[in-house]
């Protein structure tokens, strides 16, 4: 049976032959990448980040924000400590759902299973329906590569182009036959 002292050793080589394959890997980029601008990227690459480092990183960078939504209400609230929760939009007798963001074209999407699914600016503005149909809308999720959003409505799973929403072009992925409200989750551009 393996003594702990053994099992250590064997996790310190373990480590010290991972740091030697990076090492190894670094000196090769450098070499592969001579004429590159900005040769302190590669080293980024392999560079440990505290948590300290991290929040300082959100600090230099301020804009992330949570999008949730409450009654016929939609909520944005600041990463960074420093904001207030701003409301969004109010569409009086609505009961808002999911909620989703399109980081490549800064629009928002919630469901709503009165009307259907809304889109508008990360700020609120352009409040609209793109979906316009009642019906259970549990869930929602948008990738930003290739554009798709993906919904569940009834006991289907539906995907459409973002562009085209407002075109009523849409395709049944999966009619499974979900009888409780169920949340999508995307992988960008696999879908």
């Known amino acids: 049976m393996a003594t702990l002292s053994d099992t250590l050793l064997g996790l310190t080589g373990s480590v010290t032959k991972a ?79 999911a909620v989703a963001v399109d980081c490549v074209n800064h629009h928002l999407y919630w469901t709503n299973p009165e009307t259907g699914i809304r889109r508008s600016r990360y700020d609120g503005s352009d409040n609209h329906l793109v979906v316009t149909k009642a019906g259970i809308y549990g869930g929602l999720a948008v990738d930003f590569v290739s554009g798709n959003l993906f919904w569940v409505q009834g006991s289907a799973i539906l995907v459409a182009k973002i562009s085209h929403l407002e075109d009523g072009n849409k395709t049944i992925i999966s009619h499974t036959g979900i009888n409780i409200v169920s949340a999508p989750a995307v992988h960008p551009s696999r879908g």
């Open 19 to 97: 740091t030697d394959r990076l090492t190894l890997l670094e000196s090769s980029a450098r070499r592969k990448f001579t004429n590159i601008s900005d040769e302190t990227a590669l080293i980024d690459v392999f560079k440990v980040v505290t948590p300290d480092e991290r929040d300082a990183d959100v600090r230099r960078n301020p804009g992330g924000f949570l999008v949730f939504a409450q009654g016929p209400s939609l909520w944005k609230l600041p990463a960074e400590d420093i904001g207030e929760t701003k409301q969004l939009s109010n569409n009086s007798g609505e009961t808002n759902g």
